[in-house]
């Protein structure tokens, strides 16, 4: 259907343009081609409006003829030809009313003005068609281009989702892996430490499977699966392990994605608590400022370590999956001081519906 048709502020604007194109008509007719003001009036005013929705016409004739198929002289001909039969439709029409005038004894009109008036609508004809077909052209080109960015977007979204979704799977299987690992360790050494840990671990890998097609999560819903993370790692650890948190009031209902913090709490345990003999603890803070959110994740860990690489599997997905999913919006921190290791989240603060 034509978009000027179903559109009714489009279909205004239209008429309004025709309105203008009515004044000359009827100054035409009235003037160069004599029918005096009256009858310039009752004529070129219905019979512009009629002509705006017949040039309408051009729009299907321009959507099969574009212009990067076409050339010049090809497009000039079909518009040509097509001018020539919408302007002869229109003095059929306006010959048809004046005759109806004719009869019912309202107007005179002799033969030399009727063929004056019915030159003066062929030649106004074809202008107008051809300003039309312009117009069309235009609005194709703005409707592919309008087309092509929307589809610009959607393979932008549809690409960000994928990826999104990759680096998400990364966080299950890293996790699974190193918890098999422990368990199988724990198998000859403590047979019911084994089975308790893959009783937590069962019931963790449940609890992350509705998460499959969440975007965004609230932190209450984030820090319950880190602590389903820490009681798997608790049974390897004991007393060597440590937990405390620090939470501003209403800052739990802020939506983060999900599994962001798994990898952090995950890297806290692998190259802190682990290679500490007496244990150590882990810290996890969050506080809301200026529409912001900061998660703050710190544990000890031995100064007398390498630093931990800044390309490794859990830092960098965090960091990825951040950038992904909020641009320069969001934001990753890591610094050391002393025995502590400090990671800070900053991204927007938003809850669920906005």
């Not at 400022?289 to 630093?307: A, C, H, Q």
């Amino acid at each position: 259907m034509h978009p000027i048709l179903f559109d009714f502020r489009r279909l205004g604007l239209y008429l309004l343009g025709w309105s203008v194109l009515a004044i000359l008509v009827v100054d035409q007719l009235a003037t160069s081609g004599e029918l005096g003001w009256s009858l310039g009036i009752a004529l070129g005013v219905p019979l512009t409006i009629l002509y705006a929705f017949i040039c309408l016409s051009s729009w299907y004739v321009c959507r099969l003829s574009p212009l990067r198929l076409r050339s010049v002289e090809s497009l000039l001909t079909i518009h040509i030809a097509g001018g020539v039969l919408a302007s002869g439709l229109w003095i059929l029409v306006a010959r048809a009313a004046v005759g109806a005038l004719a009869g019912l004894h309202l107007v005179t009109i002799s033969r030399e003005q009727l063929m004056r008036a019915a030159g003066l609508l062929f030649g106004l004809g074809m202008v107008f068609y051809l300003l039309m077909a312009a117009m069309h052209y235009v609005l194709l080109a703005s409707e592919a281009s309008r087309q092509a960015e929307e589809r610009a977007v959607k393979a932008q979204v549809l690409t960000r989702d994928a990826e999104l979704r990759a680096l998400k799977a990364q966080v299950n299987p890293h996790f699974l892996f190193n918890s098999l690992h422990s368990i199988s360790a724990l198998t000859t050494l403590d047979p019911e430490k084994a089975r308790e840990m893959c009783i937590l671990l069962g019931d963790f890998l449940r609890r992350t499977l509705g998460l499959g097609e969440k975007t965004l999560i609230p932190l209450d819903e984030e820090f319950a699966l880190v602590e389903g993370f820490l009681r798997i790692e608790k049974v390897r650890f004991g007393s060597r392990l440590a937990f405390e948190t620090k939470m501003q009031s209403g800052v739990l209902e802020g939506m983060v994605p999900p599994l962001i913090l798994q990898p952090l709490v995950e890297n806290a345990i692998v190259h802190g608590i682990s290679g500490l003999p007496e244990g150590g603890w882990i810290r996890l803070s969050a506080e809301r400022s200026s529409g912001e959110l900061k998660v703050v994740l710190e544990n000890r860990f031995d100064n007398e370590t390498p630093p931990m690489p800044r390309h490794g599997v859990g830092l960098a997905n965090v960091r990825r999956r951040l950038e992904t999913r909020y641009g320069s919006r969001a934001d990753i921190r890591v610094d050391r001081e002393g025995d502590r290791f400090r990671v800070s989240l900053t991204l927007p603060f938003e809850v669920d519906g906005t």
